[in-house]
């Protein structure tokens, strides 16, 4: 489930488009733009010159940060929200879109380097640890020419950092946490870099460990600490030259993550839990990527391959517990209840474009996608003291098999040396199937038999995006955007309604980026306003309960509202840099229906995020380099409603408080680290139907060690 907002609507609009006139006019002063690259139109070209919001993480300042994983990064992008029930949990929303409890493909699409991470079942997000990471980039706005569907919100990049070939490198960090009425955690790293042959063949070896501390204890059993976990991952990244036209990079990631238990809990931080949730969560992934200089273009080819495994229990005791359900299945004050799936998704997929070679005025790509998406699902309800079932538990593609092609294109013409005009389309057809078997309830007649269910659906789109840049000064641009996102619709494991229809997205969106006062204040401003059709969102079906029916989607109407993305980088003196970001999304329901009134917004998404840190280099003494940075974040509350359920609940307030100080020498560097340094105890997901609340972690406090060789 998810979380949102709703409030004032035009003011943070009318402010971006005064800050864009007022940047406009002072910015023409100033000249030369930092080198800042990356490669989010799937070509290398300077932030300054992509003509739609983008916000690129370098591997300094993730390093910095002391993060390990996006989630920890959010605050760092405008208007990114992630919602994160237990380790490898994660709902990622970007630009006031979520993907709800049902089912349903992601909202945000994930890469790792030239492979898509999204899977048609979008409840967990892979996540990826960011050790020894080149950048992040995340493209904020619909993304459907280039990245296709599941990027509706917009796409994030993580890109691995390439093998060198000229020299033999690595470093290890190890560090540890003690949380506030919890356990102790800790993790270890480590990277190698091994030139095969100079300038020919390298491979580059990362590899890390983590124990992650529990800190609710379960008030039922006397058990301390019991949402502990462990988290493993091991990523090879080969790069061969054979000449000076050929470049070929295969890369292995395997990560996998085991939980005892889900981090829902009261405000005292315990549960009682009659039955163990733990979830183990493992991916395997490869791509082999192949770039080849024909001269006036390039081909690139990019060939995937993802396996993942995700056997996961959810209690459900208190779902189950109201009448007529608890004398019936749970007869003694210890009987308990929960959900059982086990399931495992194989994606093959295979990208081929063409990129001209960016001389001259005009530039362009084209290619052809193809991605399968082959997934086996088992589900059972699991008792404490019977083995009585009240929902029917299922066996087969759980939920959906997809077989998506496309042709896309994107195509640029500069009219001068400062204006350009980009124009692109994606066109692809999706194939979905849900086949498999149902298991009768309990409630049915004995003797009942399963029923097999064989659902099959196409959907298809064309998704078009018109881009102009202007760069009025060397250090200052001018962009505007009309994008078009789409999600294709799939199947419920509810007899009623069985089908959901896709759902696409209109983006309008006027944006400046650049640098003042010789570069000392950096900044983008953009202001979007969106349309969303077809919502997909949330239910139960007509005359069930929580405990005799499952979530599943619906098309729920429209909705639409303006946003705001403010980035600021100001650098106080030559030691000592400010930077903030804020967002604001307020995309609210235009139509009444069953599950919304108008003006309802979104779930799980809140209105405004906000985000501010300060960083200081100074010296300890003479020859001792050090470092001090403070970092606080705050999210609005977000909310869960569907009308016909008598559902609306709320979130709270997110305001958290990190900070670092340290020695960092040339080769070794050693940190002190707190995170939520005030203890916050916020609800960042809220309980329904009882379920418990999902809750910021307490404070930690530990040290980070790390060593270059």
Not at 416 to 427: A, D, E, N, V
Not at 598 to 613: C, E, I, M, R, W
Not at 685 to 699: C, E, K, N, Y
Request: aromatic share 8%.
């Amino acid at each position: 489930m998810k979380l949102s907002p709703a409030l004032d609507r035009p003011t943070p609009v009318a402010a971006a488009i005064a800050l864009l006139a007022l940047a406009s006019t002072v910015c023409a002063q100033v000249q030369e733009p930092q080198r800042v690259e990356v490669t989010a139109s799937k070509r290398t070209q300077l932030v300054i010159d992509v003509p739609y919001s983008i916000t690129a993480i370098g591997a300094k300042e993730i390093a910095d940060r002391g993060v390990t994983d996006i989630q920890q990064m959010q605050s760092v992008v405008p208007s990114l929200f992630i919602n994160q029930n237990a380790p490898g949990a994660s709902r990622i929303q970007l630009r006031g879109l979520s993907q709800g409890v049902g089912y349903g493909a992601a909202l945000v699409g994930t890469y790792l380097d030239e492979i898509s991470l999204n899977m048609p079942d979008a409840q967990r997000s892979l996540d990826v640890p960011l050790f020894d990471m080149a950048r992040i980039e995340v493209l904020r706005g619909p993304q459907g020419t280039l990245y296709g569907d599941g990027s509706m919100g917009g796409t994030i990049r993580f890109i691995t950092r390439a093998p060198r070939l000229d020299k033999f490198e690595g470093s290890v960090e190890a560090g540890f946490g003690q949380l506030t009425g919890g356990q102790t955690g800790w993790r270890a790293n480590g990277v190698v870099n091994v030139p095969l042959s100079t300038g020919v063949a390298g491979l580059r070896l990362v590899a890390g460990y983590e124990e992650l501390p529990g800190w609710v204890d379960n008030s039922a059993s006397g058990a301390k600490d019991i949402n502990s976990a462990k988290r493993d991952f091991m990523r090879a990244k080969l790069l061969v030259k054979p000449s000076a036209n050929v470049e070929v990079t295969a890369m292995f990631f395997h990560t996998e993550t085991d939980t005892k238990n889900s981090s829902g809990s009261k405000s005292d931080r315990t549960i009682a839990s009659y039955i163990a949730s733990p979830t183990r969560d493992k991916t395997d992934l490869f791509n082999l990527v192949a770039n080849v200089d024909l001269g006036s273009v390039r081909l690139v080819s990019s060939t995937g391959y993802l396996d993942r495994r995700i056997d996961t229990t959810a209690e459900l005791t208190a779902v189950y517990a109201g009448a007529p359900f608890r004398p019936l299945i749970m007869p003694k004050p210890t009987s308990g209840g929960a959900y059982r799936q086990d399931m495992s998704q194989k994606i093959t997929t295979q990208e081929l474009r063409l990129e001209s070679d960016g001389k001259g005025p005009l530039t362009w790509t084209a290619g052809a996608y193809y991605r399968k998406t082959d997934t086996h699902s088992v589900t059972s309800d699991v008792w404490t003291d019977s083995t009585f079932r009240l929902q029917g538990g299922f066996d087969g593609t759980g939920p959906t098999n997809v077989t998506q092609t496309a042709l896309f294109g994107e195509l640029t013409y500069a009219l001068s040396p400062q204006l350009s005009l980009t124009g692109g389309l994606r066109s692809f057809k999706e194939k979905a199937e849900n086949v498999g078997t149902k298991l009768p309830s309990g409630f049915a007649p004995p003797g009942t038999p399963a029923t097999r269910f064989d659902d099959r659906a196409e959907f298809s789109a064309t998704t078009p995006r018109l881009n102009m840049l202007w760069r009025y000064s060397p250090k200052g641009a001018l962009y505007a955007t009309a994008s078009k996102g789409f999600r294709g619709g799939g199947f419920n494991s509810t007899a009623t309604p069985r089908n959901y229809g896709p759902e696409d997205i209109v983006s309008l969106e006027i944006g400046n980026r650049g640098s003042l006062l010789g570069d000392v204040l950096q900044y983008e401003v953009a202001a979007y306003h969106s349309k969303y059709s077809n919502v997909q969102a949330q239910d139960l079906a007509p005359g069930c309960t929580p405990a005799t029916c499952q979530a599943l989607t619906v098309n729920s109407g429209k909705a639409s509202g303006p946003g705001l993305d403010i980035v600021l980088s100001a650098a106080l003196t030559k030691s000592t840099t400010l930077d903030v970001s804020l967002g604001y999304s307020d995309l609210v329901y235009d139509v009444k229906t069953a599950e919304r009134n108008q003006g309802d917004p979104l779930n799980f998404v809140p209105q405004k995020t906000a985000a501010v840190s300060l960083s200081h280099r100074f010296t300890w003494a003479p020859g001792l380099p050090g470092m001090v940075r403070v970092d606080y974040q705050h999210s609005d509350p977000v909310k869960f409603i569907v009308r016909n359920q008598g559902v609306n609940v709320t979130s709270n307030n997110i305001d958290t408080l990190n900070a670092r100080i340290g020695v960092e020498m040339p080769t070794w560097q050693v940190y002190l680290e707190g995170k939520n340094l005030t203890d916050s105890n916020s609800v960042t997901f809220p309980g329904i139907f009882g379920l418990p609340d999902s809750r910021v972690a307490p404070r930690s406090v530990g040290v980070l060690a790390r060593v270059q060789f």
